[in-house]
């Protein structure tokens, strides 16, 4: 699977940003997909999840600030990031789960000015 994602950018903190993950194949052919974050010099971290059947996870940083949806007409999974804080900077990557493996995607870099 080919995951592109897009969206990145600057902004202030208490500002949003709209990321979007563009798959190769119907995303509802996935298991699963969801977004992960790397800031410099730390792990990538889980962030959010979409699951087959609608049900959501998400980090308990971003929790009540963020919002992952599928967009069905753009085969997209999109994550609304709003009220934005200055720890959120990190590359953003989206991943599909498939029980034939896991695809990412090249990352969309984030930065939120304090």
């Known amino acids: 699977v080919q995951l592109q994602a897009s969206g990145g950018g600057l902004v202030q903190a208490g500002g949003s940003l709209r990321l979007s993950c563009a798959a190769s194949g119907s995303i509802f052919s996935f298991n699963a997909m969801a977004w992960y974050r790397q800031a410099p010099g730390k792990q990538r971290e889980f962030v959010a999840q979409?699951?087959?059947?609608?049900?959501?996870n998400y980090a308990a940083s971003v929790k009540g600030r963020f919002t992952i949806s599928t967009d069905n007409r753009k085969n997209t999974i999109d994550l609304q990031m709003t009220s934005l804080k200055p720890e959120d900077t990190a590359v953003y990557y989206c991943?599909?789960?498939?029980?034939?493996?896991?695809?990412w995607g090249q990352g969309t870099l984030v930065t939120v000015s304090s």
């Open positions: 979409f699951i087959s059947g609608g049900s959501t």
């Open positions: 991943a599909a789960f498939h029980t034939s493996g896991t695809g």
